[in-house]
Nanobody, 121 residues
């Protein structure tokens, strides 16, 4: 069973930057599309950045031009999200996962613990 561990979150002022990391227990980012999702309080989890197995990135309009997704191309087990020009509305718990998310059992998706990003005005 693959495990995902997100890190790098924290408290930052608006306009600041953070770099998130996601360590996987296997080389899953080489052969699968993957991405960063976020969930703000009271809202549904949303996909904000993705990267295809071939390396093509894609971004939600809300983060385009500010966030950059990348992956470790040596060990293929780490996913990154560089977040610049952060805004208070970026405040959320950030998760990495495959696209679609890793499935466990018949109906449940696996999620790591996530990393909290808080942007103050």
């Amino acid at each position: 069973q693959v495990q995902l561990v997100e890190s790098g979150g924290g408290l930052v002022q608006a306009g600041g930057s953070l770099r998130l990391s996601c360590a996987a227990s296997g080389r899953i980012f080489r052969i699968k599309s993957s991405g960063w999702y976020r969930q703000a309080p009271g809202k549904q989890r949303e996909l904000v950045a993705s990267i295809s197995s071939g390396g093509t990135p894609n971004y939600a309009d809300s983060v385009k031009g500010r966030f950059t997704i990348s992956r470790d191309k040596v060990n293929w087990n780490t996913l990154y999200l560089q977040m610049d020009s952060l805004k208070p509305e970026d405040t959320a718990v950030y998760y990495c996962n495959l696209i679609p998310p890793i499935r466990i059992g018949a109906q449940d998706d696996y999620w790591g613990q996530g990393t909290q990003v808080t942007v103050s005005a």
